[in-house]
């Protein structure tokens, strides 16, 4: 029988053509990495799905702000009952943390995620202290949401549902710039994280979701749904 190795979808780079004959790389010359098609369309489909909730998320802010303004009340559409309601959170002081609205840094930031992955699809290469960064831009965004989330569960006491979208898209895409940066030695690692990384790099975002998703179940259950 046959064995089947299954590659995690941004194991592999996308094969390249041949570059013209070259002198070669000085030591001085960093080294460049590129991602695989499937990493960079990844890093496009989890950076669009931010950038939709941000956006929405933003103009239901400036719909709330107006209503207050003319003396009416506006609710949002994702606000279904007393625990799923967006108008609760962007309401809260956790969602103007920075003094501005939130969702204002994820156009911005998921909008890089999106221009990563397009150049990567246009076949640019990075040098390591690149993805570096992009990994700790990253890190920031999943720590950020972290604390969202907790907010949510045990202070707002209130689910937004275009903020769980956009805390599935950064988890996703954490995980898997931290898997390529460690798989092309930009991250130290010992080989057997390696190699677990080369297949089992989707274990991870769907792990940590999966905790989420138990906590909201834990902490609200049936109430979702109510």
């Given at each position: 029988?046959?064995?089947?190795?299954?590659?995690?979808?941004?194991?592999?780079?996308?094969?390249?053509?041949?570059?013209?004959?070259?002198?070669?790389r000085?030591?001085?010359?960093?080294?460049?990495?590129?991602?695989?098609?499937?990493?960079?369309?990844?890093?496009v489909?989890?950076?669009?799905?931010?950038?939709?909730?941000?956006?929405?998320?933003?103009?239901?802010?400036?719909?709330?702000?107006?209503?207050?303004?003319?003396?009416?009340?506006?609710?949002?559409?994702?606000?279904?009952?007393?625990?799923v309601?967006?108008?609760?959170?962007?309401?809260?002081?956790?969602?103007?943390?920075?003094?501005?609205?939130?969702?204002?840094?994820?156009?911005?930031?998921?909008?890089?995620?999106?221009?990563?992955?397009?150049?990567?699809?246009?076949?640019?290469?990075?040098?390591?202290?690149?993805?570096?960064?992009?990994?700790?831009?990253?890190?920031?965004?999943?720590?950020?949401?972290?604390?969202?989330?907790?907010?949510?569960?045990?202070?707002?006491?209130?689910?937004?549902?275009w903020?769980?979208?956009?805390?599935?898209?950064?988890?996703?895409?954490?995980?898997?710039?931290?898997s390529?940066?460690?798989?092309?030695?930009?991250l130290?690692?010992?080989?057997?994280?390696?190699?677990?990384?080369?297949?089992?790099?989707?274990t991870?975002?769907?792990?940590?979701?999966?905790?989420?998703?138990m906590?909201?179940l834990?902490?609200?259950?049936?109430?979702?749904?109510?």
């Open positions: 029988m046959s064995k089947t190795t299954v590659q995690d979808v941004s194991t592999e780079p996308e094969p390249e053509p041949q570059p013209e004959p070259r002198s070669p000085t030591a001085a010359e960093p080294r460049t990495v590129g991602g695989s098609r499937a990493f960079a369309l990844l890093l489909i989890t950076g669009a799905a931010g950038v939709l909730a941000a956006w929405v998320i933003t103009i239901d802010k400036f719909k709330i702000l107006e209503g207050k303004v003319s003396g009416e009340t506006f609710t949002p559409s994702c606000s279904l009952n007393p625990i309601s967006c108008g609760s959170v962007m309401e809260s002081d956790q969602a103007s943390v920075f003094g501005f609205p939130n969702p204002l840094l994820g156009l911005v930031t998921y909008g890089i995620v999106i221009c990563v992955g397009m150049s990567l699809l246009a076949r640019a290469r990075f040098p390591r202290w690149y993805w570096l960064t992009f990994n700790a831009g990253t890190l920031f965004g999943v720590a950020f949401c972290t604390w969202l989330m907790i907010q949510s569960l045990y202070e707002i006491n209130a689910l937004c549902l903020c769980s979208l956009a805390w599935v898209a950064t988890i996703t895409m954490f995980w898997y710039v931290t390529f940066n460690v798989r092309n030695d930009f130290p690692a010992p080989a057997g994280v390696k190699r677990f990384l080369g297949e089992f790099t989707w991870l975002p769907v792990t940590h979701v999966g905790i989420i998703a906590l909201i834990t902490r609200w259950g049936s109430q979702l749904w109510a």
